[in-house]
């Protein structure tokens, strides 16, 4: 018995291969990530913004008694600055904030690199930091206000508790993210405890490390402009919460406008770090 191929059955071999393959040997490779960088794209969502602000108020479509026109807004900075309270409260919130980070990133750190590397250790930090992960630093601050008094002790304490909880759980993920192998390669040379730490914890927990540092900046000027507004008397919050008492609005947006300019700087040099000392990562970023 012969079969004979019609119109009706034919062998699978003989399908044509599907359209997206064939575009795909036409035109050479096809490119599957986010394509090329965009000059000056990490600004150009921010620029739009500000745009729409001035076109906005250029065409009376917001209310200036609400929200203040740039110019206004660029006269208030002139007039700050003139006087001098805006280079005085900006040295006050600057201190504060690296102070609170600087001491929240050394903590956090220490004790992602003790809880990932001894179970006993995890078995002490990691609880108490989950629960302070759950339990908002702004929620705190009337207990902080009756342990360490409105000074600057709570203030700080304030933003280290913020700082700790982004760097202890994006470092700790990193160290217990290390491939085992690299674990039994150093057992297996002898390699002593701190030389271990040092050549393959350190660089293996640094990406992890480098993307809770920029939540913890994030945190420390959002805890910082909370904590300058409580009974403080001295501070960009301080300023931006007197010209709220006597209805200031160019003030108050430009006092928003210097966190809002410290938080995209802050970020912009922690993502500069980053791609410096991850040069031997290959991502979609690049």
Known sequence: MTLIATDDFKPATAAAPAAPLVRARRGGRVRLG???????????GSLLLVASWVIGSGLGLIDPRIFSAPWTVADAFRQLIADGRLQEHFGVSAWRAVSGLVIGVAIGTVLAVIAGLSRLGEALIDGPIQIKRAVPTLALIPLLMLWFGIGEQMKIITIVLAVIVPIYIHTHNALRGIDNRYVELSETLN?????FIRQVVLPGALPGFLLGLRFAVTLCWVSLVVVEQVNATSGLGYMINLARTYGQTEIIIAGIVVYAVLGLASDAAVRFVERRALTWRRTLSQ
């Open 34 to 44: 986010p394509g090329p960088a965009i000059p000056f794209g990490m600004q150009l």
């Open 191 to 195: 390699l002593p405890r701190w030389t």
